[in-house]
């Protein structure tokens, strides 16, 4: 597993990168930001490396797409390879949340140029990932790829992010009850791998999440800090385990789905963590009619006979539809997918068809192959 040189989460946590940067011998660095995110922490971060720090500093702002969002796909790839200079640019700093993230550590991977993190809202747990989920030709697809060498979490910075974007970070920490299911599930009915340290890991941080869900929700210091540390955790987790199995599974690919579908229409995307969270719901109601209330979209899987009493008992650790919706109330986040613009037939469709976007067995696939 990759080991981080510095992980800082605290007030003022920006103002160690420039220190950081000259004992680490970096020189020619390029800041990655939107416009956004620039104005969050880049702009301020780029006049501290190029003022008394004298460190030599491009500006790459990734441009966003023909409906105004910043996307992770070839393009803004191309956008960032561009600005890199082979055997001059020693360091690259990923300055936004998961998007820009994506994008850099994959380039990263890619030139081998290393990169420091500078999260600028608590939206997401991949921070500390090493796959880069990304859009290629319109199909989301998760890439081999690097996490950064080191984490500056600015809580100045991140108790100011819009709450949309920190109701989001909750809601994929709130994805991970399905999730968990879903990998013990895999590993019992298919000899999927499986890790305990790492389930555990992940599992501590959901419940320190919907433990201070109120705090989270009022973006109090403490709140965010939780949050925040929580993202690094489950993140390393998915390091840990070298898949991202113990944050990922039906709830995350519906989310994809309902991204997929909304890049062929040409809509506006939804934040991630906002899908995954209305997703988690959606995948709690059909899992526990499956199990429990024997209802299901076609047969009844032969596992769910076979392993009736494991697969009961690890499902009654997952919180209900409506509690996972009360939840995601209580951190001031979308609870329903019609807030997300999610009709009656794409829901179906996506229930149906969504354990397809990646090759895992899931209980959404058992069913829907049963």
Known sequence: MAQFEEIVLESGA???VAPYLKKRGCQHLIIVADKNTYEAAGRSLEQSLLGENEL???????NPNETGDVVADEISLVQLMIEVKP????????????TIHDIVRFVSHKTGIPFISIPTATSVDGFTSAGAPLIVRGVKKTFPAVPPVAIFADLDILTKAPQPLVAAGFGDML??????????????????????????????????????AHEIGKRSEQGIRILMTALIESGIAMLL???SHPASAAEHHVSHYWEMEYLRRGNRALLHGAKVGVACAEISRVYHDAVERGVFPGQEPSVLREFEGQ???????????SLIRELLRQAGGPTDRRELGIDDELLERSLAEAHKVRDRRTLLRALNEA
Do not use: M
């Not at 019992?188 to 389930?199: H, I, M, R, S, V």
């Open 14 to 16: 920006l103002q160690q």
């Open 56 to 62: 030599n500093v491009e500006l790459c702002l990734i």
């Open 87 to 98: 055997g001059i640019t020693d360091g690259l700093i990923a300055v936004g949340s998961g």
């Open 175 to 212: 994805g991970k009850y399905t999730a968990l299911f879903d990998w013990k599930f895999s590993h019992l009915t298919a000899g999927e791998p499986y890790n305990e340290q790492a389930a555990i890991i992940t599992e501590r941080a959901l419940i320190s999440c919907v433990e201070h």
């Open 241 to 243: 385990f070298g898949q």
């Open 311 to 321: 697969i009961t008992a690890w499902l009654a650790e997952v919180p209900s539809e």
